[in-house]
């Protein structure tokens, strides 16, 4: 994503990945927060307003980083950003497919025992410009606070911001917010950014985009599981790419597919458009690694059998 709508989380993998058929794969590349795995696979979520900011860490500026002043902008989210959330979260993290699924979806209640706070912001780009920087989403890590640590306060909520204004007023288009938001929730169901490895330097999306200017640095616990995927919705790279490209098609030469892992592309993510030589069409969707991710660390019934690696003390 632009570098507005950066966003700093961490990536989860526990257990062992399946491949797509007749890919290999070398390098860690999933990485998680053992201590901050959701301990169910049903996470609720409610839409919040400036009532509940209290009841998360998004404005404390030791954590999310964001000005006080920006408590005025705070916005519920209209009917249509609602329904485009839901609606893409539901199609993407269901039980079948992820393990972990999103429920709820009704206003905040201070009586119900919601998860997840989702808060959503709009100012116009005069204000921005005093604000300084707003990202296009934000979220917590699984149940930590949002930088991946314990929280201060551990009553406060997990929580998924997002700056709705700035799609719905075409400064990014709706597919950009959509990768946002099912970036942002895998976020919260515990996936860190995949440049924690250092094998985005060879990536051919990160090389076009330049979306990544060094490697991530890992938690004090952070462990890992899988290997590097370009095509993870967890990814700055591809998405910045499309972003940059102004269009859902992306050319790849020959050197582009030598520097893929087995020189393959990820169909769900990249599919060939007929006729057209290395123009494939991009769809905003978690990759298959992210999926078959997800599966191993929500499993039916969690084990204490887990392969696990710990890759930074």
Known sequence: MPGTRRLALYAIVVGTLGTMPGISYSAPDAFYEPEFLWPKQDVTVCFGTQEQIPRTEILDPKKAGLAAETLDYFR??????RTLIRSSIEAEYTRERTGIRFVGWNDCDPAALSDVVLLGFSAPSESKAQLGYIPLGRASIGTSAWDG?????????AFVFFDWKEAFGNAVSVRDFKHA???????VAGLRHNHVSSDYETDPFCIHSRAVS???????????YGAYDPFSIMSYCLSEWGWKNGS???YLSDEDIEKLPAKKVD???LT???FRPGVFRWT????VLDRETLRTLYPPKKTSSWPRRMIHK
């Open 76 to 81: 519920a989210f209209p009917p249509e950003v």
């Open 149 to 157: 640590t314990h929280k201060l306060d551990p009553s406060l909520k």
């Open 181 to 187: 938001v099912l970036h942002e929730f895998g976020h």
């Open 214 to 224: 060094r490697v991530e640095k890992p938690g004090p616990r952070t462990m890992s």
């Open 248 to 250: 859902a098609e992306l």
């Open 267 to 269: 169909p769900t993510v």
């Open 272 to 274: 060939p458009v007929p």
């Open 284 to 287: 905003v969707t978690l990759s």
